[in-house]
């Protein structure tokens, strides 16, 4: 089809280049002629063919077929040669509103709002007056760069130059309003509106689901029919969206049957909103049916209905399904890939989740396409093997992704602080920090509380606490990370200090705040107060205990030699005991060599289907320390039997931004000697600060 348009430009082109070299050719000639060409124009290299004989011709001098031409070089994304096109245009012809609102839009349409905001200064230091299809886009330019001070700015332009009861302007200003998060000035400005049209309705609905104000959104629609106006797709999509944005999924579902029942055209976007619903909810029902209309209803070639419905599936992981819609797309768009890496990393299996990512590189080399990886794409793959406890490969990503020039996002750089944590990389997550200062990320709460637990952690506890004490909006997870920091470095009290600071701050502690403060609790040997929080978790907060409150209590009482405590609260739980549980009372049984809790233990051990082989490890070690050498050795023929293998113990240094780790049996190290000589030089140190504690 591309190639027969080609073929009739180009016939219609020769018909009518003679009147293109001939220089006394009227302008109404010319943009005669010149109009049928535009109309016709498909491809780039038309438009330069277009373009020259426009300069040939001077005819590109002429402001309205300068506009086409800005207008047709934005269509291709070539801002550039548009903004050359407005450049060449004299200054006496620049008084043309056409010129500007075409080179704006042209700004506005590809997401460059602070070029689209110099024309409009420039264009008012010029002395010319926006009209009302200018200042939308200039209104619109504002909102998108998320400046109050610009919009206010452009706000009283409007007011001032008697834009007060313009339909499009005031539209804009509300959908302005509704992007800052202020809807109450814009319900002031939608209800001083003399004439209100559907897109006024649609977008005070739409600005509600924006900020996540379902009752809101709920509001304006019933008082749209109250007043006589039909809602129509767009205002149901809304609807939706805001329902969706508060978690109310089976709401948001009811409203999509009320629209099928009453018969209201149901679009791409309604789908891709309600899949994005399916995708949160426990089932995978759901969005299994919304494929099925995808498909009858005739949507499957709507490319963000297929992105949603890889992000439904992946999120169920039920990654076959995931995999097969993503092979369904002809045209894969950036969208396409990064919801398949996701869905991958997601789902736990971060090896696919980076093959996708190659073959996405790869993909991009092959066919020359712009589809290349993004901060998602990057993100997503590092946070998936940071997530399945490969922070090696986390790291090796996330210094790729630097070579690669892409720049780092707050969900990068929290992963990344993640990986630090669980590594002890101090150097490296204070050099992220500097990143996320310098990049102005550190007050945004998901790095903050990246860096809480990055510095705790690692234990610098001033530095953690420095972080947490700049943070404006302290959330939950800023205090847990700071009680859970202090607890796994054994320092109770600070942990207790912390968690009496965050119950006067009125913020409401969940189960995880109690697992750590009991966690720290039972390091740092404070039984009373152990026994006490829990006895608060359960009458003062209303939180049920689970199976790790119960561990930590488990761990605590036995850390103190309260083993018949420690196994009275095992026998009597009202959940079933897990394999920490067990290991808890077991490590406890190993510490105070009670071997008749340790036989009742085995029995309960031996019998659970679980993954971990650090009890069975245990066990086996404590029968062998007991002599028992036989029962050591059906131990670990049991755990064998059940497929079990010990993941061998590993410890780690970082040295110039490189982590090495060591483990038992691994002697490829470089410099193996030089440790083994520094090894024997501590083993003599520690030889003779024993001999003088003993002869004291």
Known sequence: MLNAASERFRSLFSRFQPIFLISHVHNDELIYSFHAFFQRCFTLQQARQLHSQLVLTTAHRLPFLAARLIAVYARFAFLSHARKVFDAIPLESLHHLLLWNSIIRANVSHGYHQHALELY???????FLPDGFT???????????GSSYLCRIVHCHALQMGFRNHLHVVNEL???YGKLGRMEDARQLFDGMFVRSIVSWNTMVSGYA???DSLGASRVFKRMELEGLQPNSVTWTSLLSSHARCGLYDETLELFKVMRTRGIEIGAEALAVVLSVCADMAEVDWGKEIHGYVVKGGYEDYLFVKNALIGTYGKHQHMGDAHKVFLEIKNKNLVSWNALISSYAESGLCDEAYAAFLHMEKSDSDDHSLVRPNVISWSAVISGFAYKGRGEKSLELFRQMQLAKVMANCVT???????C?????LNLGRELHGYAIRNMMSDNILVGNGLINM???CGDFKEGHLVFDNIEGRDLISWNSLIGGYGMHGLGENALRTFNEMIRARMKPDNITFVAILSACSHAGLVAAGRNLFDQMVTEFRIEPNVEHYACMVDLLGRAGLLKEATDIVRNMPIEPNEYVWGALLNSCRMYKDMDIVEETASQILTLKSKITGSFMLLSNIYAANGRWDDSARVRVSARTKGLKKIPGQSWIEVRKKVYTFSAGNLVHFGLEDIYVILEELNLH????NYKLDSQ
Not at 135 to 145: E, F, G, K, T, Y
Not at 686 to 689: N, Q, R, V
């Open 121 to 127: 200064v420039e264009m008012r230091k010029l002395g």
């Open 135 to 145: 200042l939308p886009l200039v209104i619109r330019a504002c909102s998108s760069l």
């Open 174 to 176: 509300v959908g302005m």
């Open 210 to 212: 924006l900020n996540r």
């Open 413 to 419: 750089i929290s992963s990344v602080l993640s990986v």
């Open 421 to 425: 944590a669980e590594l002890a990389a």
């Open 455 to 457: 510095y705790m952690k």
């Open 686 to 689: 520690m030889a003779s600060e």
